[in-house]
Each structure stands twice: as C-alpha cells, then as structure tokens.
C-alpha cells in the first residue's frame, strides 16, 4: 500500500455492465458525483433549549457526471439515446475503478441501478481551441465500495 500512497486521480475507467462497450466506452475525462450526504431530522425537546437532536433519517446521492470527448459511435451513448429520446430507461449498475500505474484498480465503486437523465455536447467556439466534450448525467439508488 506504501507504494500506491497517495494514490492519483487522474488514472481510471468507467465499466458500464450489461452493454457491449469499446474502449473509448471505457475512458472518460472526469468522473465527479461519488458521494453521500445523510439527511437528518430535527427533534426539540422540551425543557431543552440549548440544543435540538439530530437523527439520521436516510442517505442521499446526488448524479453522476462523466465527461469526455464527443464519440461518433457509442454503445453507451446509443443507451443514453434511447433514454432520452424514446423514454425507455434500462438501468444498469457500473463500475469506476481507480487504477495504479499497472493498470490494476486500487479502490473500485459499484454503481447501482444507474440510468441517463441529461446528455449535453460543450458550446463551439470557433475562437478556442478546444475539443468538444459530452457531458452525461446518470441518477442512480446508491453506490457500494468492492
């Protein structure tokens, strides 16, 4: 563990199960949206005014955004589409695995029940030089570390 410590954010894959993916299905340029808040509620009590309780009541995740340069030919884009477009939603869970110099993953997340809710391309400007990068935004139930 020494050696992969501290481990870089900038080395991992996406893995999308149940749809048949190429490489560049796999490869995406940021990944933001790991994360889970506890939503709590408030409870006075009475005689105690110093202070109310706090008590979890349930987790919540916000969506997963993934970000890479525009693909022509995607399967995950093709689910994405079909979502979007023809309303039929099909989740599939995910995988994003963060990867050491080996190419082995070191900390991987199981996401679960996962299904397209935005797909946006960046603005063109012909006075940048920049590429055009598609942005997906995915809600899921909740996500598990393997």
Same mark, same amino acid.
């Given at each position: 563990?020494?050696?992969?410590?501290?481990?870089?954010?900038?080395?991992?894959?996406?893995?999308?199960?149940?749809?048949?993916?190429?490489?560049?299905?796999?490869?995406?340029?940021?990944?933001?949206?790991?994360?889970?808040? #506890? @939503?709590?509620?408030?409870?006075?009590?009475?005689? $105690?005014?110093?202070?109310?309780?706090?008590?979890?009541?349930? %987790?919540? *995740?916000?969506?997963?955004?993934?970000?890479?340069?525009?693909?022509?030919?995607?399967?995950?884009?093709?689910?994405?589409?079909?979502?979007?477009?023809?309303?039929?939603?099909?989740? #599939? @869970?995910?995988?994003?695995?963060?990867?050491?110099? $080996?190419?082995?993953?070191?900390?991987?997340?199981?996401?679960? %029940?996962? *299904?397209?809710?935005?797909?946006?391309?960046?603005?063109?400007?012909?006075?940048?030089?920049?590429?055009?990068?598609?942005?997906?935004?995915?809600?899921?139930?909740?996500?598990?570390?393997?």
């Amino acid at each position: 563990m020494a050696a992969n410590y501290p481990p870089v954010s900038f080395h991992f894959n996406v893995e999308f199960l149940g749809i048949k993916q190429q490489d560049v299905d796999t490869q995406f340029q940021s990944v933001s949206g790991l994360t889970v808040d #506890i @939503d709590t509620e408030e409870f006075a009590e009475g005689g $105690e005014n110093r202070f109310t309780h706090k008590f979890p009541k349930r %987790s919540r *995740y916000p969506n997963l955004v993934l970000k890479r340069g525009l693909v022509k030919d995607s399967a995950v884009i093709a689910w994405c589409r079909s979502a979007i477009e023809a309303f039929e939603f099909l989740p #599939i @869970d995910l995988t994003v695995k963060l990867l050491n110099e $080996e190419h082995d993953p070191l900390v991987t997340w199981n996401v679960v %029940s996962a *299904y397209p809710v935005k797909w946006s391309v960046s603005d063109f400007n012909a006075e940048q030089s920049e590429i055009a990068i598609e942005t997906i935004e995915l809600a899921y139930n909740y996500f598990r570390l393997v």
